[in-house]
């Protein structure tokens, strides 16, 4: 009975010690995060809404690099398409061009192999987000969501996609993947290279600031803010969004755990009249997530929300789109983690025309997609709500 009695109070002593943790970890996060307030550039952006289109695009202006290739992903996988990226940088190092690659730990899945062959290349490479005392806990969690490219310093890539075969529907798992990505050519792109090289540095990496990773800049058509966030500021940002709707407000998104103040702008946002459509995957890619979801689902639906359920293949595209007038495209979900504990960047378009483009692919993501209807949401199965019970639980870390 002692060893019984022993055994809980460690148990107990370990899940109060990693709540403190996070909790502590949190709280120092939002003390030192900085509320990015970038100016307004003008542009030439691309829309790659397919993995062919991404990588298409992104491996022809890594050929094209004559100075430096900056690279920054949540996930790399060194499968087919990303034992080809890693070929392709290894070559540039090789040319003397100076790359910089920055994945995060938690997402990265390159051998140490390869790893070293990168560095014998003379690729430079690190893992963002390095676990730190005292708050070990909380930096597991922590992730560099962001997913960036900079090429030359005139070039560069924001959105959802990472390196790995799955982006390209060869995972027969998911089969075919719906995402966005943005190109950027000229004005804005120095706002890409500055939170790479912040990120780069708080990973511990040294570097020199050169004038070519600032060169002069094109102007374009096309005005733009980049927001980036460091597990702040990013709900306020989004709930505005949502208040600015007038007529209309779409959603996509492969995670919707918002929380209760930004769930409670949408049920407001359709009970004053806006057509309010939200798009998510039919099938979940984690444990848990898509249960955590659907206790939001039933507020949103009883107050004129349209929810839609993609289902050929998975969603994963992060996009909102306010009256035909502002876009947001980037690497945040509509969930507590982006919210609160992630790094993440976004896009801000204000181009109507752009946007014409974008809700062109997104009608076409609802007309493949199931409408959830309240009579289908109440018919779930028992064993879903009990699943669901458990994700509300643990819905701030998912």
């Not at 922590?142 to 075969?165: E, F, P, Q, S």
């Not at 444990?287 to 929810?307: D, N, T």
Request: hydrophobic share 40%; proline share 4%; net charge positive.
């Amino acid at each position: 009975m002692n060893g019984w009695i022993m055994t809980l109070l460690i148990l107990i002593a370990i899940i109060v010690w990693l709540r403190i943790d996070f909790k502590l970890g949190l709280r120092q996060q939002r003390r030192e995060a900085t509320r990015h307030v970038q100016k307004t550039r003008y542009s030439k952006v691309d829309l790659l809404p397919t993995g062919d289109d991404f990588y298409k695009r992104l491996f022809a202006d890594i050929q094209q690099a004559t100075d430096h290739v900056h690279l920054l992903f949540y996930i790399f996988r060194d499968d087919h398409i990303g034992n080809k990226m890693l070929k392709a940088l290894e070559d540039k190092a090789k040319e003397g061009v100076v790359v910089r690659l920055l994945v995060d730990k938690m997402g990265c899945k390159i051998t140490k192999k390869k790893k070293k062959d990168l560095k014998k290349a003379g690729v430079l490479f690190a893992h963002s987000h390095p676990l730190s005392f005292p708050y070990i806990f909380f930096t597991f969690n922590r992730r560099n969501h962001r997913k960036l490219a900079i090429i030359d310093g005139r070039v560069g890539y924001i959105g959802g996609y990472n390196v790995g075969d799955e982006y390209l529907g060869r995972d027969p798992k998911f089969g075919p993947w719906r995402d966005f990505h943005l190109r950027l050519d000229g004005d804005g792109v120095q706002d890409l290279q500055e939170q790479f090289l912040e990120d780069w540095q708080t990973a511990k990496q040294k570097y020199s600031k050169e004038a070519s990773h600032y060169p002069p800049l094109n102007k374009g058509d096309i005005p733009l803010r980049i927001l980036p966030t460091d597990g702040t500021y990013l709900e306020e940002t989004f709930i505005d969004l949502v208040r600015q709707a007038k007529e209309t407000l779409i959603i996509g998104t492969p995670y919707y755990i918002p929380g209760k103040a930004l769930q409670k702008e949408m049920i407001e946002a359709a009970k004053r009249g806006v057509d309010v459509k939200l798009i998510v995957p039919k099938k979940g890619d984690h444990p848990l997530v898509k249960e955590a979801a659907f206790p939001y689902f039933e507020p949103l639906l009883q107050a004129g929300v349209s929810v839609y359920q993609y289902y050929r293949g998975f969603f994963h595209a992060k996009v909102v789109v306010v009256d035909d007038q502002v876009c947001d495209v980037g690497t945040a979900n509509f969930d507590q983690r982006s919210f609160h504990i992630n790094h993440e960047i976004n896009c801000l378009i204000y181009d109507p025309t752009f946007i014409h483009g974008l809700l062109t692919e997104i009608k076409h993501d609802i007309g493949i997609s199931e409408r959830l209807t309240i009579e289908a949401y109440k018919k779930r199965p028992l064993f879903q709500r009990g699943k669901e019970k458990v994700a509300t639980l643990v819905s701030g870390l998912l």
